[in-house]
């Protein structure tokens, strides 16, 4: 891959934006934070965008009287969605990192990802493993380590249309690529991650880092935790990318797998009428 060195990755051009969205969090956004100023890659801003917290979240971030952290305080809770929107749209830096409240980076983890970029040119976005801490003590990691590894770099497209590879806080993308795909499309309030990697996925290539960047921790209240709003994000998605899930050849096993999940939840009926509304003759 040849040899990457200080010189042709630490110039005016290799300044990261990074995006932290949060919503009353106060008793955890200092570990994200101190995770991200603790890192060796020094040429960054740090973006916290406040979706409307109640709390002491604008003391937290104050109290850090660090240059590099811009403060942006929306006036009501709009969702993560928004936050980010608001995020990539006051970046300064051609390349952007996303952070949530409620995680750890690790150590090198920005790094990592900048010489991978400086290593191959054509790549636009840049993620790694997480690792998952559940609330009963339990781990595990995101993406599952059971895809090959050729599955989860290059144009990753066809794998993304099975499941979601990359996690939120483990992505450093190209600004020119998030012009491409498009911002995060609000209506979304869950998932609206994946659907955007979707659209990333489709238009530039991917680099996967194989070592753990992220630590993950589970949260009584996170909206992952709202099977509703996880189901009905699901159906959605699989309505706006059914025709592309038939060209390669995915859409009957991801329906099978969302049926068997429902079925496992006790709502099988819901779901299979609501999928039966957005697939129409695609199945």
């Not at 995006?19 to 009353?24: D, E, H, I, K, S």
């Not at 390669?248 to 999940?261: A, D, M, P, R, T």
Request: aromatic share 10%; net charge negative.
């Amino acid at each position: 891959m040849g040899e990457v060195t200080g010189d042709n990755i630490n110039d005016g051009d290799q300044k990261v934006s990074i995006v932290l969205p949060t919503y009353n969090r106060a008793n955890l956004l200092g570990r994200a934070m101190e995770s991200i100023l603790a890192q060796s890659w020094r040429e960054f801003e740090l973006i916290v965008v406040d979706d409307g917290s109640t709390d002491r979240t604008q003391e937290v971030v104050d109290s850090y009287g660090e240059e590099r952290i811009r403060y942006i305080k929306l006036d009501r809770n709009y969702g993560a969605a928004h936050a980010r929107n608001v995020g990539i749209g006051s970046a300064r830096y051609p390349y952007i990192a996303f952070h949530d409240s409620d995680d750890v980076w690790c150590e090198g983890k920005l790094d990592k990802q900048m010489r991978a970029l400086a290593v191959s040119g054509q790549v636009g976005m840049v993620y790694g493993y997480c690792k998952y801490h559940g609330l009963a003590g339990e781990t595990d990691y995101f993406p599952r380590r059971e895809i090959a590894k050729d599955k989860k770099r290059g144009f990753i497209y066809p794998t993304m249309l099975e499941e979601n590879l990359i996690g939120m806080p483990a992505v450093l993308v190209r600004r020119e690529c998030i012009d491409k795909a498009g911002l995060f499309r609000e209506e979304f309030r869950s998932l609206e991650d994946y659907e955007w990697f979707l659209r990333l996925s489709r238009v530039c290539e991917a680099e996967f880092i194989d070592e753990v960047l992220v630590n993950v921790y589970a949260q009584e209240e996170s909206v992952n935790r709202n099977l509703s709003a996880n189901f009905s994000a699901r159906c959605m998605l699989i309505g706006m990318y059914k025709h592309e899930m038939v060209q390669y050849g995915v859409l009957e096993s991801v329906v099978e797998e969302f049926l068997g999940e429902a079925k496992y939840l006790g709502c099988q009926e819901e779901v299979a009428a609501a999928l039966c509304q957005v697939l129409g003759d695609s199945k």
